[in-house]
């Protein structure tokens, strides 16, 4: 207990006392927190705050001087502000005269209010209030949205340092004292900017800070009992292994998902996994299950009310369905391109034709999907008008999943270099995927 008192790591004080015995009722009574406060000390938050710090050692009946609490917070505030408004006094004026001096050498070309001197700006996170309410939860789920925006249009590479340093600063907001109501929302939200972050990490090439985030994700998610957003993690995670051709651990992440979507009793987020089911079982070259869980896509999807499913899954329309067979029967066209890439085309074909500029990266895969298959079904010509037009949209986004996107369009396209259009597209997409 002394060490843990000495590193006043709170978690493992109450879990001692939990041992000892101690219900987290008399805990909380002790200190002055609500009973969900403790709780989620026990899980592991952390406390940094002097005063709380102060008040648990003085409600346990713990002498300050075992956290390294010498004297009452009130105290040490009164002697750091006066310590700090004298330091902060001479650090300011010192500052104002470096401002000014590099304010005149810049606009001036000279050091007019003497010497000339380098300006360093000074980095500060803005600090979290006190206390929040349901604002604060909805201004980090509208900044979500906003980057989330970004990312569908332009790609994770236009927006992925603006999600980090947003959720640097909303997780300070855990520290906040809130109704359980509120802290509840919080973790939805941390949840969803967590995946937003992992996505976009994702996006840009970068898999273990996209796995990460991913995982704190589902730790935020689990906390705040939403079954919904659970699947939206698992069913993001597992399109990372697709993405690096791991179809069995992303087959297992969507059942998982499947779990929680199911509970979640959302139509349209079972059709969203069962439709990444289908595309994994198609790189397994498994037809008859991909068949099987196109069908109960479409029959989720058909059931589904889009204005009562979660904000994250309503991307998924009739588009995205189509989309979906596609990949699916794209997949399986690597096995048999007889049978299945005129499927592929004429799904792909669906979706490319309504997608507008919103969704620029999504284009780019269905249009390089789309023109793979033209050649593998034997329509060269086809499948270069629609290739290089892939590629001028692909010139538009910020995203490393483009260049991989268009590897099977660049083997096609190698395949009928005797055409010269087709080897000139080939040497196009090459070079794209090389720069």
């Known amino acids: 207990m002394r060490d843990a008192l000495a590193r006043r790591d709170v978690s493992e004080i109450y879990k001692q006392l939990r041992r000892r015995g101690v219900s987290q009722r008399q805990i909380a009574a002790s200190t002055g927190q609500s009973q969900s ?12 705050a002097y005063d ?8 346990l009946g713990i002498p300050r001087g075992y956290m390294g609490l010498a004297y009452d917070g009130a105290t040490a505030m009164r002697v750091a502000s006066a310590t700090n408004a004298l330091e902060a006094e001479e650090d300011e004026s010192v500052k104002r005269r470096k401002f000014l001096s590099h304010a005149a050498q810049v606009t001036m070309g000279a050091a007019v209010f003497g010497e000339a001197t380098s300006w360093l700006p000074a980095n500060a996170q803005t600090p979290a209030p006190a206390r929040i309410g349901m604002t604060d939860v909805q201004q980090i789920q ?8 970004l990312d569908y249009r332009y790609g994770g590479g236009t927006c992925r340092d603006a999600v980090v340093a947003q959720l640097s600063w909303a997780q300070q907001l855990l520290d906040s004292t809130s109704t359980d109501l509120v802290r509840k929302q919080l973790f939805v939200a941390l949840a969803d900017m967590h995946s937003l972050a992992g996505w976009t990490s994702f996006d840009v090439g970068l898999l273990d800070p996209a796995r990460g985030h991913f995982g704190k994700a589902l730790e935020f998610a689990k906390q705040a009992d939403d079954h919904g957003l659970l699947a939206s993690v698992l069913y993001r995670m597992g399109r990372v292994y697709l993405h690096h051709q791991e179809p069995n651990e992303a087959l297992k992440l969507f ?7 199911q509970e979640s009793g959302s139509a349209l987020t079972v059709a ?3 439709a990444n089911e289908a595309w994994a079982y198609g790189m397994l070259n498994k037809p008859d299950q991909v068949q099987k869980m196109v ?42 391109p007889k049978k299945h890439a005129s499927i592929a085309v004429a799904e792909t074909i669906k979706c490319n034709e309504a997608y507008g500029a919103d969704m620029q990266r999504t284009h780019v895969f269905g249009l390089s999907l789309q023109a793979t298959n033209h050649f593998r079904a034997g329509d060269v010509q086809e499948g270069i008008k629609v290739g290089r037009r892939a590629l001028q949209h692909g010139e538009r986004v910020k995203s490393a999943r483009v260049a991989d996107r268009l590897k099977p369009l660049e083997l ?5 270099r005797a055409n010269s259009d087709a080897r000139d597209l080939f ?9």
């Open 37 to 48: 406060e403790v709780s989620e000390i026990l899980k592991g938050r952390q406390v940094m």
């Open 52 to 59: 709380v710090l102060a008040r648990i050692a003085d409600g």
């Open 142 to 149: 509208a900044a979500t949205k906003a980057l989330r925006d």
């Open 255 to 261: 059942q998982l998902g499947q779990i929680a979507a």
């Open 272 to 274: 969203v996994l069962c």
């Open 295 to 336: 069908g109960r896509t479409k029959d989720e999807f058909a059931r589904a009310q889009a204005s009562e499913a979660p904000d994250w899954v309503r991307f998924f329309n009739e588009n995205d369905l189509h989309g979906m067979i596609g990949s699916a029967h794209d997949a399986l066209a690597v096995f048999d």
């Open 412 to 416: 096609e396209a190698a395949k009928h």
């Open 427 to 435: 040497d196009e997409v090459r070079q794209f995927r090389q720069s």
